[in-house]
């Protein structure tokens, strides 16, 4: 695998934890580059949703933490930055097997998605066509 010039996700020994004490990632490292696509491939309990966690910052709320490296998105240290801000920095995950809103189109489920990154109709269709491209 060659390493991405600028990544767009790094992810630097990244340590995590649960309640304090069960360790669950021991020195993850992974580089994403722009346009490329990448799979979490690993058996049950190996950590593939503990780092999407902890890429997004959602591990607190799992009474988890990082507790050691560094995540990077776009050149940024997101590493304790909030959800809300990695949302609208364009850093969202859809877990598998989950229907948004089955009563919507894709299309409007991407729309629905893509407001919390802008409250203007014109931004949401730039993110959109960014998407489609």
């Known amino acids: ?28 490292d992974l580089l994403v580059g722009r346009g490329e696509i990448v799979a979490l491939l690993g058996s049950n309990g190996a950590g593939k949703t503990t780092l999407l966690r ?7 709320a799992e009474r988890g933490a990082i507790t050691a ?3 990077t998105f776009g050149g940024e240290d997101v590493s304790r930055a909030s959800p809300s801000h990695l949302v609208r920095s364009g850093l969202v995950q859809v877990l598998e097997g989950r229907h ?3 009563s919507l189109t894709v299309e409007e489920n991407l729309f629905t ?3 919390g990154r802008s409250s203007s ?8 066509d960014r998407v489609y491209a």
């Open 121 to 128: 109709r014109t931004g949401v269709k730039a993110d959109l």
């Open 54 to 60: 902890a890429v997004s910052n959602l591990l607190p």
């Open 1 to 28: 695998m060659s390493i991405p010039e600028y990544p767009i996700l790094s992810v630097s020994s990244v340590e995590a934890v649960y309640n304090g004490a069960i360790a669950a990632l021991h020195g993850v």
């Open 113 to 115: 998605g893509a407001l």
């Open 100 to 102: 948004c809103f089955r």
């Open 69 to 71: 490296g560094r995540i």
